[in-house]
């Protein structure tokens, strides 16, 4: 990818356990944001971290960071089958943050 | 709010042809967008920034002749693939920033247009 690299490229889990997916990026960054891609649709926005934050929380989701790693976490709680969806991390880079790289992606098959 | 409108969803042209993707942000104005190439089980490849009255700023490796940025208005960007190929034919999807770089703000979507060539 542009920005890095994200792991596990694919996870299936059972409705109701937790989704961990991680990010790793190669630049200083302004902020790390994680979108959402259901099949052969475009990206939903589903929260910010900036850099000089270490967690977030907005509903089920969990958001670290860590700029001495380059590397951010997403956790997904109690998953649900409508959880399934590719998920993506992008970067707004330090000095250019009008400008955002997306990883790899982690896609998720959350069974029900 | 911050809906984009991404048109057409879905193209099949032939080798040689010209086609003009929209990406419209509807309920805000947008002074940059973006405009990514996806391919199959891949993940977003920046193609080029575009902001509003100059001219799109593309990433290393694409070919600002083949693939021409207008970016109109504050609501409007187009996207137009000349001379297609097929390997041309990939997942186009445009995304606008909503107030600009100095709010953090995030990126919203279209829902992409797949671009099969023949």
């Known amino acids: 990818s542009q920005q890095g690299e994200e792991d596990p490229q694919a996870l299936s889990i059972q409705e109701g356990e937790n989704a961990t997916m991680n990010c790793s990026y190669k630049t200083s960054i302004n902020n790390l944001q994680w979108y959402r891609q259901n099949s052969g649709r475009g990206l939903v926005h589903l929260i910010l971290?900036?850099?000089?934050?270490r967690e977030k929380h907005s509903g089920r989701l969990r958001v670290t960071l860590d700029t001495s790693k380059k590397s951010s976490s997403l956790l997904i709680t109690a998953s649900r089958a409508a959880d399934t969806a590719s998920y993506f991390c992008a970067t707004a880079a330090l000095y250019n943050f009008n400008k955002f790289y997306f990883g790899s992606g982690t896609k998720l098959n959350v069974k029900p | 709010g911050a809906v984009v409108s991404q048109h057409p969803s879905r193209v099949i042209c032939k080798s040689g042809t010209s086609v003009k993707i929209e990406c419209r942000s509807l309920d805000f104005q947008a002074t940059t967008m973006f405009w990514y190439r996806q391919f199959p089980k891949q993940s977003l490849m920046l193609m080029a920034t575009?902001?509003?009255?100059?001219?799109?700023?593309?990433e290393q490796g694409v070919e600002k002749d083949k693939f021409l940025i207008n970016h109109a208005s504050l609501t409007l960007s187009t996207l137009t693939v000349t001379s297609a190929h097929p390997e041309d034919s990939s997942f186009y999807i445009c995304?606008?920033?909503?107030?600009?770089?100095?709010?953090?703000?995030?990126?919203?979507f279209g829902n992409g247009t797949r671009l099969t060539v023949t």
């Open positions: 971290i900036r850099s000089n934050e």
């Open positions: 995304s606008a920033l909503y107030r600009g770089w100095r709010d953090n703000s995030p990126l919203h």
């Open positions: 575009s902001n509003e009255g100059s001219k799109a700023t593309y």
